[in-house]
T-cell receptor, first 111, second 114 residues
Framework: DAKTTQPDSMESTEGETVHLPCSHA???????IYWYRQVPLQGPEYVTH???QNTTNSMAFLAIASDRKSSTLILTHVSLRDAAVYHC????????????FGAGTRLKVIA | NAGVIQTPRHKVTGKGQEATLWCEPI?????VFWYRQTIVQGLEFLTY????????DSGMPKERFSAQMPNQSHSTLKIQSTQPQDSAVYLC????????????FGPGTRLLVL
């Protein structure tokens, strides 16, 4: 029962800014929005998470809609190393430790 | 911080043999999780330890699979009498306190059973 919807794939050129969308129309008030990314032969890598306010760290900026029904992960100055599958998942902050990833968005970066 | 360490990174076994996978969580993390990942099934939860105690093993196949955490610095996943359908990437993750805390994954062990 997927609770998030993401495009299958997106493409960008090195140096550009990429906006990765995620739709979560049925999100509950206590669910956090998490983003992970995964490259072949590696485990999922934590990118960022947020509840209501936009958040930023060294990896990305997470923009959360005011109604929380969608969010966008923004990657600036993308490089070839940013090519990965990006997963948007919802998690409550207590008692929910079983991660489930959907297909995610495969980001292709062109040199 | 080295992150979660998993060894070996790749393992090939013959059908019926035993495989032991190792995980070293991030220092200071009290929770360890094991998952299995395949293209067909995606990410599957196997088991969870907090402060070395088993909390939830509901995802573990009841036969042939076992997990232990003898000390705070490592956990093992053992598969006895391996079968071809056990072929997968086995991922270990750790978090500060378990439950809702952010999980940080290791690189995984790619198991191939011939």
């Amino acid at each position: 029962d997927a609770k998030t919807t993401q495009p299958d794939s997106m493409e960008s050129t090195e140096g550009e800014t990429v906006h990765l969308p995620c739709s979560h129309a049925t999100i509950s008030g206590n669910e956090y929005i998490y983003w992970y990314r995964q490259v072949p032969l590696q485990g999922p890598e934590y990118v960022t998470h947020g509840l209501q306010q936009n958040t930023t760290n060294s990896m990305a900026f997470l923009a959360i809609a005011s109604d929380r029904k969608s969010s966008t992960l923004i990657l600036t100055h993308v490089s070839l190393r940013d090519a990965a599958v990006y997963h948007c998942i919802l998690r409550v902050n207590t008692g929910n430790y079983k991660y489930v990833f959907g297909a995610g968005t495969r980001l292709k970066v062109i040199a | 911080n080295a992150g979660v360490i998993q060894t070996p990174r790749h393992k090939v076994t013959g059908k019926g043999q035993e495989a032991t996978l190792w995980c070293e969580p991030i220092s200071g993390h009290s929770a360890v999780f094991w998952y299995r990942q395949t293209i067909v099934q995606g990410l599957e939860f196997l088991t969870y330890f907090r402060n070395q105690a088993p909390i939830d093993d509901s995802g573990m196949p009841k036969e042939r699979f076992s997990a232990q955490m003898p000390n705070q610095s490592h956990s093992t996943l053992k598969i006895q009498s391996t079968q071809p359908q056990d072929s997968a990437v086995y991922l270990c993750a750790s978090s500060w306190g378990g439950d809702g805390d952010t999980q940080y994954f290791g690189p995984g062990t790619r198991l191939l059973v011939l």
